[in-house]
């Protein structure tokens, strides 16, 4: 028989410390997203990271050519500003990143509410299948935009 989510909180361990994980995990991922709506993003594409006093990006500086991250706190920040199609334009990755933050915020909020469970969620994550397409879509969003930093010259 198919159990309630208030009687698996009780019955499968402590609730109380079920909840506070998830309370955590919510602030982990809410907070830069957070932080990136305090952010104006860069027209550039990319240095929005600046404006939190972090220097320039060195692969950048070194090479000419951007780092697979460059673009991803402006990315952020369009995403956390609503501009979704901005975002995925200006970085993919990062786009697709913060879209995996705000929804994880929504389940960490609900289990954090709830009582239920995120094991199966931490458990699916934790696995190649899951970890490997995120590696692939980094790297190609990476390609993305040393393409598109090329052609804007």
């Known amino acids: 028989m198919r159990q309630s989510v208030r009687e698996q909180s009780t019955e499968d361990g402590p609730g109380v410390w079920r909840r506070v994980g998830a309370l955590g995990l919510v602030l982990a991922c809410a907070g830069p997203l957070i932080l990136a709506a305090t952010l104006t993003p860069s027209a550039a594409g990319m240095g929005t990271h600046t404006q939190l006093k972090l220097p320039e ?17 402006t990315a952020f920040a369009y995403a956390a500003d609503g501009s979704l199609l901005t975002s995925l334009i200006t970085q993919p990755f990062g786009a697709l990143l913060a879209l995996a933050l705000a929804m994880l915020t929504l389940i960490a909020g609900w289990s954090a509410l709830s009582g239920m469970t995120l094991a199966p969620l931490g458990r699916m994550m934790a696995t190649k299948g899951f970890v490997l397409p995120w590696v692939g879509l980094l790297l190609l969003a990476w390609g993305y935009k040393a393409v598109a930093m090329t052609m804007a010259g």
Do not use: D, Y
């Open 57 to 73: 990006c060195g692969f950048v500086l070194a090479t000419g050519l951007p780092c697979a991250t460059c673009g991803c706190t």
